[in-house]
């Protein structure tokens, strides 16, 4: 089982940029690849990003392409979301979520374990 708790969020001007992180513990880490959703109040869990075991592929989802970075540490059990040039639409609960499906998963029931999340709050 892999615990998994994220950090970095708060409330941002349009246009800021904010680091997510999401730490991992419990198993090997580089076992499993990791995606980031995020969810506003009334919309659909929505995907933004995942990145393979080994960090050599990522995807994002369209709404996010150009503006998000997804990241990851092996050595330090973590994943990261670079997150710029934020708009008010950004706003959401951000999960980290890890996944034993090699690639890169972009569909929530893809993934097995999910962290709590952290809310991101852009301000217009």
């Known amino acids: 089982q892999v615990q998994l708790a994220e950090s970095g969020g708060g409330l941002v001007q349009t246009g800021g940029s904010l680091r997510l992180s999401c730490t991992a513990s419990?198993?090997?880490?580089?076992?499993?690849?990791m995606g980031w959703f995020r969810q506003a109040p009334g919309k659909e869990r929505e995907f933004v990003a995942a990145i393979s075991r080994s960090g050599g592929r990522t995807y994002y989802g369209d709404s996010v392409k150009g503006r998000f970075t997804i990241s990851r540490d092996n050595a330090k059990n973590m994943v990261y979301l670079q997150i710029n040039s934020l708009k008010p639409e950004d706003t959401a609960v951000y999960s980290c979520?890890?996944?034993?499906?090699?690639?890169?998963?972009?569909?929530?029931?893809?993934?097995?374990?999910w962290g709590q999340g952290t809310q991101v709050t852009v301000s217009s």
């Open positions: 979520a890890a996944s034993v499906t090699s690639g890169v998963p972009i569909i929530p029931l893809n993934y097995h374990y």
């Open positions: 419990g198993r090997t880490f580089s076992n499993y690849a």
